[in-house]
């Protein structure tokens, strides 16, 4: 039986969900150790990311701590899904996933990142960045309608199945709500082969348990579903 993985994170942020999501489908152990947002640039956690960002890992079963989400979710791949759950065993499926996890990680997550900044946390509002990041936002959502469009049904992006590259996804697609200013229900509309397929993920026990999780752990620290404290209005009343 493995040793239980550590998975720091602080509970506000898509990233860390691709890492929980990804051992929840391979059924590995772990255990969460959750931060505060103002301690992330402040030891012990500097200890393990010295770059002050969620999520990382340590891995005592084999003595390892590693951050970045794309290198800790290849890790766990590699290391732990022995049955080929989330992933393909021939070179070019195999390589096919890296690439749509690499294209998450520089072009999914950054764009829709920076939108959410200049949208609510810039001290000043720049309508230009504003558009240039919303637009973005549904550049990459093209991207993923024409793939999935091309895919016989169920589509997933690469084969015939889920894999880790489209996990990786559904975090941030599931926070569009909050970088775009629009209702929750209609984040996706326009995309709906995005859509169905986002959907079929988030209806799956691994997602369902995560977004428990991450409600436990946002309560705990006092905060509302969109990263604000209790009580405060909520992104879309602003």
């Known amino acids: 039986m493995s040793k239980p993985i550590i998975v720091w994170l602080s509970p506000p942020g898509p990233n860390p969900w691709k890492v929980i999501v990804v051992l929840e489908e391979l059924g590995v152990p772990y255990e969460v150790k ?20 969620v999520p990382a890992i340590q891995d005592p079963n084999t003595d390892l701590a590693l951050w970045e989400s794309g290198a800790i979710v290849q890790y766990l791949i ?12 021939d070179v070019k499926q195999q390589n096919l996933c890296n690439q749509w996890l690499t294209f998450q990680v520089s072009g999914q997550g950054p764009y829709y990142g920076q939108c959410t900044w200049f949208t609510y946390l810039h001290h000043e509002k720049l309508p230009s960045a504003i558009e240039r990041y919303a637009n973005e936002i549904k550049r990459v959502l093209g991207v993923l309608e024409g793939v999935l469009a091309s895919k016989s049904e169920p589509q997933w992006l690469v084969g015939d199945r889920m894999t880790f590259a489209d996990l990786a996804f559904v975090p941030w697609n599931d ?12 984040k996706l509309d326009g995309f ?3 859509k169905k397929w986002h959907e079929r993920m988030t209806q799956r026990p691994s997602w369902v348990k995560a977004m428990e999780l991450r409600a436990e752990l ?21």
């Open 78 to 89: 590699k290391q732990y899904d022995t049955k080929n759950l989330l992933q393909y065993s």
């Open 192 to 194: 709906p082969h995005v």
């Open 218 to 238: 946002m309560d705990e620290q006092g905060l509302d579903w969109d990263g604000k404290p209790k009580g405060i209005k909520r992104s879309q009343e602003l």
């Open 175 to 186: 926070r569009l709500d909050a970088a775009l200013g629009v209702p929750y229900d209609e």
């Open 34 to 53: 959750s931060i505060r947002f103002e301690d992330l640039k402040k030891a012990p956690f500097t200890d393990i990311n010295p770059n002050g960002r």
